[in-house]
């Protein structure tokens, strides 16, 4: 995310971003619908004991790095998320290996489990895919079943590639 809200102009502090694609970035938030955190979960450092807090996304001081999504951008994503029939998540909401920095991975897991299991909060009709190896890690490490999603992948390069309608060597050999 913090890629998008550099190309934003934003101050994104010591966070991980892809400055070679700022460009790219500016033209798909050009032309498409981009739903990005509202707030982070932002540290000193990359460490479980770094000290840290929740900020706003435009208030990201310049010594710190973003790790996670914030609470609100919890709620946000999962109103988003209500009434979807497909919902295919690839990559975790942060650096859900270190327990302050997992609670936006959780939250998003969790809201993408409810759709196509039966939790009490909807029929739980939803294709729901968890695609990559970091995303299936985070299901995993987080402790929800993984039975509560319709499928996990953790081929994730490959599966965006499948969704692109690119030929993956793999499937075209079984043909």
């Known amino acids: ?23 790219a970035c500016r033209a798909f938030l050009e032309t498409g619908k981009v739903l990005l955190p509202v707030d982070v979960v932002a540290a000193e450092r990359f460490a479980a004991d770094a000290p840290h ?3 706003d996304v435009q208030a ?33 909401m942060g650096v859900f290996e270190l327990a302050p920095f997992a609670e936006g991975t959780r939250g998003v897991a969790e809201a993408v489990a409810s759709l196509s299991s039966d939790t009490g909060t909807g029929a739980g009709t939803a294709l729901t895919v968890v695609s990559g190896g970091d995303s299936a890690a985070a299901v995993r490490a987080l402790g929800i079943e993984e039975t509560r999603y319709t499928h996990i992948s953790t081929g994730g390069g490959a599966c965006l590639e499948l969704l692109e309608g690119k030929v993956l060597p793999g499937l075209e050999v079984l043909r």
Request: aromatic share 8%.
């Open 1 to 23: 995310c913090f890629t998008f809200l550099a190309a934003q102009g934003r101050e994104v502090g010591s966070s991980l971003l892809e400055r070679d694609q700022l460009d």
């Open 53 to 55: 807090d929740v900020v």
């Open 60 to 92: 990201i001081p310049a010594d710190r790095m973003g790790l996670d999504i914030g609470p609100r951008s919890v709620a946000l994503f999962t109103a988003a998320l209500q009434g979807a029939r497909t919902v295919f998540w690839n990559g975790p």
